[in-house]
């Protein structure tokens, strides 16, 4: 036999039971399609039997497969599914032949091993006889026979048959000649039947796939119609069993999370890995619901549905599944080694999107943000599109959709939400992503010679990129100290400001990197962390155009004395927005920080402030403020101040908007 080519045997219900016993093992989990959540599911799958039933429309259920133990075959894939087909033969068998000696003896070769409650009921349904009739609730009449134990209500799994005989006697009552129906001769069920040692696979496969839990999983309902969907648009055709998704996706694909999982739990996982795929499929192929489709997916993976993959959506999927399982089999380095600040996971991106290691989670159990699936994207594509992998060329290619992704909106007040925060900016970085993914291979060379990307998203970041990537080139020599920078904290990969702060030769491509190198220290020195009143009262040292007023940039007027209110920086944030934000001239303002930083290669802040000598005509309250520590440590911890029109002082603020003058001190 080919092993690569095996398929399994088409068998019906009866067929299997003819040829062997059917044992639920104990390993497996309870039965849960007939569990009160899983009403759709088991509506569904109930549906399809009775359409196929009722129309004369043959019907496959995919493959069941698992092991032959001593003459028994222990389902490993298919127990769900097996379990409703013997409750639907159990009906057919007591609707329409009562108790046929032959048909009793065939079902009582199913059985369940997972509890003995479990194996005792499905024998005493099988030897006893019910009334079928049209408006009677079976499960009543079961629990209220004489033989039926009351203790059997706790059993997880006989509650769920209860359940599902109940759907099945609704739906299927009016059904005639159901156990005929039914029959092998009828040919209407179905499925593809694979014993694990036909394959050459080992029943080690039961801890792994059990380690999705005992009950049916989103995952497992998901894989159901998926599969089917491959099998109806025969996606597969040409593929042996071992090549198919249905088995991969209980053995090497299984393999992949298992060896990377926390838990004995690997559902989860799988089901956060496809539904970000599908995610980025809706984006490149441009569906159109997809911006409610992505939210969706976002909120929860488990909406991910089987009929939103296209066929290519589909082989992507594949793929990304095969790149992981080679990728980790080969033992490839593909940590990022580099700041990802609030996108940082605590392992690997991969270990963030499908265990969701987060360093960040905030209001769902460590969900994955949209920055992060984008950062797995753009890794996913170099590894998918480069045949020979280049740690050196990867991390640069990273390090460029990094800075994409690590751009902030950032308001006045220091807030600093993610650039990629909704579902219409997943969209739009995804299709940047794929395009500059055609150069990922050496993203720096793409850039230097690119002369427009298409996609308007994060438009300003690109350019910048375009430019550092033609500096490299230029001088390989500029590349560390630039990426020295990038990593700081208060630029996170946006380093125009740098580069202006040292004035840069753009038109001949020329920079001074020692004194980038040296603006790369007083960052880390003074603003990596945070700021502090040192840096408020050298900052009120620094002149431009004539004046010492950085804190104009901002404006809010306090009623209690009719003053202009400004800002000393009261957040850490609020300097970026003082760099980067949009008001009004700052070009101006922010050549303040520029002077401070240059100022600070050679000093420190309090030295600063300390051998500052005021000019003549600086009003008396602003040189306490910078020679008089106490004035901003203790008496202004709002960092707001209000200056009359006249500026003949200012009040040091209690609160950003104080009602009165109670606690504000005046300084003249």
């Known amino acids: ?81 097996l379990t409703t087909l013997f409750l ?37 349904i099988v030897d006893n006889p019910i009334g079928i009739e049209e408006n009677k609730i079976l499960s009543e009449s079961i629990i209220d026979s004489s033989w039926f134990f009351l203790s059997w209500k706790s059993d997880p799994t006989i509650d769920a048959m209860l359940r599902t005989i109940d759907d099945i006697h609704a739906k299927f009552f009016n059904i005639e000649n159901l156990r005929v129906k039914l029959s092998t001769a009828s040919g209407l069920i179905s499925f593809y039947h694979v014993e694990l040692e036909d394959i050459g696979l080992t029943d080690d496969l039961y801890i792994k796939m059990n380690a999705r839990g005992k009950l049916l999983s989103p995952f497992e309902n998901f894989k159901a119609s998926f599969q089917k969907l491959i099998i109806d648009k025969n996606w597969e055709q040409s593929k042996g069993f071992l090549d198919t998704f249905a088995c991969k996706i209980d053995t090497i694909w299984t393999d992949l999370f298992w060896q990377h999982r926390k838990e004995n739990s690997i559902d989860e996982a799988f089901m956060r890995f496809i539904s970000c795929i599908a995610m980025l499929r809706q984006s490149l192929e441009k569906s159109d619901d997809r911006i409610n489709t992505i939210s969706k997916l976002q909120e929860n993976p488990n909406n991910v549905r089987a009929e939103i993959f296209s066929e290519e959506g589909f082989l992507f999927l594949c793929d990304c599944f095969d790149l992981y399982s080679n990728l980790f089999k080969e033992n490839i380095d593909i940590s990022i080694n580099m700041p ?62 990094r800075n994409i992704v690590s751009r902030g909106d950032i308001s006045k007040y220091g807030d600093r939400p993610a650039i990629i925060r909704s579902p219409q900016a997943f969209d739009g970085v995804v299709n940047l992503i794929n395009e500059l993914a055609e150069g990922c291979g050496n993203i720096y060379h793409f850039l230097a010679q690119k002369d427009l990307v298409k996609s308007a998203f994060a438009r300003e970041q690109i350019e910048e990129e375009k430019l550092k990537a033609k500096l490299i080139l230029h001088n390989s020599s500029y590349k560390e100290p630039m990426v020295q920078i990038e990593n700081t904290n208060l630029f996170q990969g946006r380093i125009d400001f740098a580069l202006f702060t040292i004035d840069i030769d753009k038109d001949n491509l020329s920079l001074d990197e020692k004194l980038l190198s040296d603006i790369h220290k007083v960052i880390l020195r003074n603003f990596e962390e945070d700021i502090n009143d040192d840096f408020r009262r050298a900052m009120l040292t ?20 009719s003053a202009h209110k400004r800002c000393l920086f009261d957040k850490y944030r609020e300097l970026e927005y003082f760099i980067y934000g949009n008001y009004k001239n700052r070009d101006e303002y922010k050549i303040y920080f520029k002077k401070l930083l240059l100022n600070l290669v050679g000093a420190d802040l309090k030295s600063i402030s300390q051998n500052f000598a005021p000019p003549p005509d600086m009003p008396l309250w602003k040189i306490r403020l910078i020679k008089e520590p106490l004035l901003l440590n203790e008496k202004c911890k709002s960092h707001y101040i209000a200056i009359p029109e006249d500026e003949s002082c200012c009040y040091l603020l209690k609160s950003l908007r104080p009602r009165d003058l109670d606690g504000c001190e005046k300084i003249e």
């Open 1 to 81: 036999m080919n092993e690569n080519k095996y398929r399994g045997t088409t068998l019906d219900f009866w067929q299997l039971l003819q040829n062997q016993k059917i044992e639920i093992p104990i390993i497996q989990r309870d039965y849960a399609q007939g569990r009160k959540d899983k009403r759709e599911l088991r509506d569904n799958f109930l549906t399809a039997l009775y359409d196929s039933l009722e129309k004369n429309n043959s019907i496959k259920l995919d493959f069941i497969y698992g092991s032959n133990e001593d003459g028994a075959f222990q389902p490993l894939d298919g127990q769900q599914r």
């Open 88 to 124: 639907l033969h159990w009906y057919a068998l007591k609707k329409d032949s009562g108790n046929n000696s032959d048909d009793v003896q065939l079902l009582k070769r199913f059985t369940y091993e997972t509890r003995i409650s479990s194996r005792e009921f499905c024998n005493a």
């Open 340 to 401: 990802l600040w609030q996108h940082s996971p605590d392992g690997t991106l991969f270990s963030a999107l499908v265990f969701e290691d987060n360093q960040f989670s905030t209001l769902q159990r460590n969900s994955a943000s949209y920055s992060q699936k984008i950062l797995f994207y753009a890794q996913t594509e170099y590894l998918l599109r480069t045949q020979n992998f280049n740690r050196t060329y990867f991390l640069d290619w990273m390090r460029v959709i």
């Open 542 to 561: 620094i002149e431009v155009n004539g004046h010492y007023k950085f804190y104009e940039y901002w404006w809010s007027f306090w009623n209690v004395v």
